[in-house]
Antibody, heavy 120, light 109 residues
Framework: EVQLVESGGGLVQPGGSLRLSCLAS????????MHWVRQAPGKGLEWVSGVGGRSGRTFYAPSVKGRFTISRDTVTNTLFLQVVSLRAEDSAVYYC?????????????WGRGTLVTVSS | SYVLTQPPSVSVDPGRTATITCGAN??????VHWYHQRSGQAPVMVIY???TRPSGIPERFSASKSDNVATLTISRVEAGDEGDYYCQVWEADGDRFWMFGGGTKLTVL
């Protein structure tokens, strides 16, 4: 059974940093693309970043490029999102999602999310 | 940039058919995926590659596509179908993006 469990969210001041984690299980981690998708309170889904399963290539939405860094540990099957220079508009639930393959695939499985609140 | 446009809300009586649209320029050449998100829960994929239902998704869910509009159809709507529905495509526009529509809130009356 595929499981994705996010952690690392919390309350952080503007300009601060966090590292979000997503522990994956139930599948071969380095075969599938992995993604972060966020959802601000009362708003829609916004794709944030992805890492290619086989290539390890990374992708970012323009709104976070240069501030967020996606990475993965294929030994511990953990996906990370390092977020710096946080702004109020980064406040959201951050979901970890697995692609249906490696490439331009849909997001087949999702975790329950971790909440990031940026506020002074 | 490529924009996916969904109606903010759709209302339907139980047992009737709900139709949710996703409009975009020349969407016929894109692969469209659909997700359902119940209140307070994570999204669930309900349609992928335009018309395919994942295992466990009822046959009541179907989808189609024309030149500029993708459509999700839910037949014999039930209370459990309520929530937000999002369309999504992959757009290689300088970089790769997994793009979502703004979402449609389905209310079962």
């Amino acid at each position: 059974e595929v499981q994705l469990v996010e952690s690392g969210g919390g309350l952080v001041q503007p300009g601060g940093s966090l590292r979000l984690s997503c522990l994956a299980s139930g599948f071969t981690f380095d075969v599938y693309d992995m993604h972060w998708v966020r959802q601000a309170p009362g708003k829609g889904l916004e794709w944030v970043s992805g890492v290619g399963g086989r290539s390890g290539r990374t992708f970012y939405a323009p709104s976070v490029k240069g501030r967020f860094t996606i990475s993965r540990d294929t030994v511990t099957n953990t996906l990370f999102l390092q977020v710096v220079s946080l702004r109020a508009e980064d406040s959201a639930v951050y979901y970890c999602a697995r692609g249906a393959g490696s490439g331009s695939y849909p997001l087949e499985y999702w975790g329950r999310g971790t909440l990031v609140t940026v506020s002074s | 940039s490529y924009v996916l446009t969904q109606p903010p809300s759709v209302s339907v009586d139980p047992g009737r058919t709900a139709t949710i649209t996703c409009g975009a320029n020349n969407i016929k050449i894109k692969s469209v995926h659909w997700y359902h998100q119940r209140s307070g829960q994570a999204p669930v994929m309900v349609i992928y590659y335009d018309t395919t239902r994942p295992s466990g998704i009822p046959e009541r869910f179907s989808a189609s596509k024309s030149d500029n509009v993708a459509t999700l159809t839910i037949s014999r709507v039930e209370a459990g179908d309520e929530g937000d529905y999002y369309c999504q495509v992959w757009e290689a526009d300088g970089d790769r993006f997994w793009m979502f529509g703004g979402g449609t809130k389905l209310t079962v009356l």
